[in-house]
């Protein structure tokens, strides 16, 4: 189980990489001199930020999986669901939580998913 400090600490790192994608947009808005500029300070200061159509659609289909993961992993934050796998129920490790705080499998699962995921031709399962 994580302790409150350390799931502080992890709330603020998602904090810090939600912030970083949303300064990173807002950068590209400016440098795009996007016409409208009023509209898109409205967007910003909206408090339902990813919940406007205009602020979407200005996100790479990466970044919009990245916030998701993050609001996800804040969820589980707030409900006390965070930093269980979803396939076997452990605990994820702290140590990876902070490395990838939106984890949301332990290493075993991951890698088995993975292997599922994109199978190697090389291993051969021998089935009876
Ligand atoms: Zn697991």
């Known amino acids: 189980m994580l302790r409150k400090n350390e799931l502080l600490e992890i709330r603020d790192l998602l904090m810090n990489l939600k912030q970083d994608i949303l300064t990173s947009l807002e950068g590209r808005i400016k440098s795009n001199d996007i016409s409208d500029q009023r509209e898109i300070g409205d967007i910003f200061d909206d408090a339902d930020l990813e919940q406007s159509r205009e602020f979407n659609l200005l996100l ?32 994820i490790p702290v140590g990876r939580l902070r490395a990838m705080p939106f984890a949301t499998l332990c290493v075993k699962c991951k890698s088995e998913r993975e292997s599922i995921e994109e199978p190697i031709s090389v291993y051969t399962e021998e089935k009876g």
């Not at 990466?62 to 605990?91: H, M, P, V, W």
Request: net charge negative; with cysteine.
């Open 60 to 91: 790479t289909t990466r970044e919009r999986q990245k916030l998701e993961q993050i609001e996800t992993a804040l969820q589980k934050i707030e409900y006390s669901e965070y930093g269980f796998c979803e396939d076997c129920g452990e605990n």
